[in-house]
């Protein structure tokens, strides 16, 4: 009779605090890109930053005493991630709706579903050419080529998935029983969507839609065929339909750089963009978490 | 004999004539014929799966709502076959309300539950007296007229259920259809529902789907026992039907049929 004792030697237990070690290792060993990659560029990036930074044009290479700042970049980052936004948002959202709400599970909306899920495995190259082939070659946008408006709709292309996604994922958590409370008193499905389904989905979908930005904010790909790049402040409405610089191809230009000073700046450069994407995804933690909160007890 | 008929025609709300409801190929309910009578409070009582739930929500249409539902047959209301091709859904869930099983006010505060629904029905008048009066005849309102702009998971589940009448009251209903209202919740606020529906009975036509047979005797004027049983070619598939429709006292005393004696004795089901 084996004693009721843990028994440190026998084979189960020995296999067991192996398989335990191991995985924990694994999970350690993935994590450590993270760790490096983010200390790194905090201390290489964060070194840089100083006031000129976010109020200068950038210098163009070759003149090595003074590299200038990111101003031009950053606000294109923001600009572009706006427009994708405003493109990608009332589009994902209102087909979101169609999937959880108004499909009944036919052969369109499985299309649908199926293409949503193929659109968010496409490498984002690939939205950069389509966009360079559709608008940039053919100047179809007033006769400009490369242009922040471009770029705009190579990243909501990126987003689509997601918005769609997280809508529609969203929408399904709301349960029947509210939807049913509001049809039963005489409202229209319209009525219903907009009042009680859309409002309780609210969080969800803006956690969804927070990713999508954060994840097109860094793209670099997209917008190297769509937006270019350019080492001039943003001064008017009119700068939309030009070449326009981000903080991603900035880092993407200046760290292949010879030059220190540029180099520098593409350091500075990857810390914000990282700092911010950082906390916008701690931000729509936030949110889910706070949805999870609020639900229904 | 023909002028007592079309007295009761009269008097009749809604009429089920024939009514077949499958959800894709299977059958849930079939051939049933039945009529509500006006401002009375008519009870749905049956074993599991006899499509007592099925044939109330066929009533305002939410079966619409349950993919692959059909419904062959008629049902009245008000003379207008509520399943004609013209007619347009929301407008008879309008006239014609609905309290579920589970107590579900929406994500809103104790009084925009209340006015949601009147306002999408295009209510212009004082929307506080509103309030206050559906509440007060669902026989919350002192629970909640301290706090009415809290939300209405506030409140327990019993109050949460009446917070859902009044909601239904609000819409000014012709017919209520209740789909066992009290199954989530205790005695006591089982006992308090009942007691609004006696109140709303006054100025409501109410049908009721229970399980509880006590609930039935002491809430209802009518009672319908439906059953289920397994179709002819045997696959072991049930078809609900209903079996027996009377006034309760006569189903609950000395029902024709021997399946509701035996169920109303708690012999099966």
């Given amino acids: 009779m084996n004693s009721l004792y843990y028994q440190k030697k026998l084979s189960r237990n020995v296999g067991d605090k192996?398989?335990?070690?191991?995985?924990?290792?694994?999970?350690?060993?993935?994590?450590?890109?993270?760790?490096?990659?983010?200390?790194?560029?905090?201390?290489?990036?964060?070194?840089?930053?100083?006031?000129?930074?976010?109020?200068l044009e950038p210098n163009p290479p070759g003149d090595d005493l003074d590299a200038g700042g990111i101003n031009p970049a950053l606000i294109g980052t923001l600009i572009i991630t706006t427009i994708a936004s405003i493109i990608a948002i009332p589009v994902g959202v209102g087909g979101g709706i169609y999937l959880a709400e108004y499909s009944k599970g036919g052969p369109f909306s499985k299309f649908i579903r199926f293409g949503v899920n193929v659109l968010a495995g496409v490498p984002s190259i690939i939205a950069g050419v389509f966009i360079y082939a559709l608008i940039v070659s053919t100047k179809i946008l007033f006769g400009s080529m490369y242009s922040g408006l471009a770029g705009g709709m190579a990243l909501s292309i990126l987003m689509l998935p997601t918005v769609i996604k997280t809508t529609d994922e969203g929408l399904k958590l709301v349960p029947n029983e509210l939807r049913y409370a509001s049809l039963g008193i005489g409202a229209s499905m319209y009525t219903t969507i907009l009042k009680i389904t859309l409002p309780s989905a609210f969080r969800s979908i803006a956690t969804g839609v927070v990713l999508g930005i954060a994840r097109a904010a860094g793209e670099t790909a997209p917008l190297i065929?769509?937006?270019?790049?350019?080492?001039?402040?943003?001064?008017?409405?009119?700068?939309?339909?030009?070449?326009?610089?981000?903080?991603?191809?900035?880092?993407?230009?200046?760290a292949l750089e010879p030059y220190d000073a540029q180099n520098k700046l593409a350091w500075a450069a990857s810390f914000i963009l990282v700092i911010s994407i950082l906390s916008v995804n701690i931000f729509s933690r936030i949110l889910a978490a706070f949805t999870v909160k609020t639900k229904r007890v | 004999m023909i002028k007592n008929t079309k007295k009761l025609q009269k008097n009749n709300i809604l009429s089920l004539e024939d009514v077949s409801i499958s959800y894709g190929t299977f059958e849930a309910v079939k051939n049933v014929f039945c009529n509500f009578k006006r401002g009375d409070i008519t009870s749905l009582i049956g074993p599991s799966g006899c499509g007592k739930s099925t044939v109330l929500r066929a009533l305002n249409r939410m079966n619409d709502l349950i993919p692959n539902c059909s419904l062959k047959g008629t049902v009245l209301f008000d003379g207008?076959?509520?399943?004609?091709?013209?007619?347009?859904?929301?407008?008879?869930?309008?006239?014609?309300?609905?309290?579920?099983?589970?107590?579900?006010?929406?994500?809103?505060?104790?009084?925009?539950?209340?006015?949601?629904?009147?306002?999408?029905?295009?209510?212009?008048?004082?929307?506080?007296?509103?309030?206050?009066?559906?509440?007060?005849?669902?026989?919350?309102?002192?629970?909640?007229?301290?706090?009415?702009?809290?939300?209405?998971?506030?409140?327990?589940?019993?109050?949460?259920?009446?917070?859902?009448?009044?909601?239904?009251?609000?819409?000014?209903?012709?017919?209520?259809?209740?789909?066992?209202?009290?199954?989530?919740l205790d005695p006591i606020s089982t006992l308090k529902i009942e007691e609004t529906m006696h109140e709303l009975k006054k100025n409501y036509t109410i049908i009721i789907v229970t399980h509880n047979m006590q609930q039935a005797l002491r809430v209802s004027d009518m009672t319908a026992f439906f059953n289920a049983v397994e179709y002819e070619d045997g696959d072991g598939g049930k078809v609900g039907y209903l079996a027996e429709f009377d006034s309760t006292k006569k189903i609950f005393n000395s029902p024709k049929e021997k399946t509701t004696q035996e169920y109303i004795s708690g012999k099966f089901g």
């Fill in chain 2, 80 to 184: 207008t076959n509520i399943y004609d091709k013209r007619v347009d859904p929301v407008e008879v869930r309008r006239r014609i309300g609905m309290v579920f099983q589970q107590p579900n006010p929406f994500p809103k505060s104790i009084y925009e539950n209340i006015a949601f629904g009147a306002r999408i029905n295009g209510f212009t008048g004082n929307m506080d007296e509103l309030v206050e009066s559906s509440l007060r005849k669902a026989a919350v309102w002192s629970e909640c007229k301290d706090k009415l702009n809290d939300s209405g998971y506030s409140l327990s589940g019993g109050q949460q259920q009446r917070l859902c009448i009044a909601r239904t009251i609000a819409i000014e209903p012709e017919i209520i259809l209740m789909d066992e209202p009290c199954s989530a």
């Fill in chain 1, 18 to 55: 192996f398989f335990t070690s191991l995985s924990v290792f694994c999970a350690f060993i993935a994590i450590l890109p993270l760790i490096f990659v983010v200390t790194y560029i905090l201390i290489k990036g964060g070194a840089q930053i100083n006031s000129d930074l976010f109020t």
């Fill in chain 1, 225 to 254: 065929f769509t937006a270019l790049f350019s080492y001039y402040y943003i001064v008017g409405f009119e700068d939309l339909f030009y070449e326009m610089g981000s903080l991603a191809v900035l880092i993407y230009n200046f």
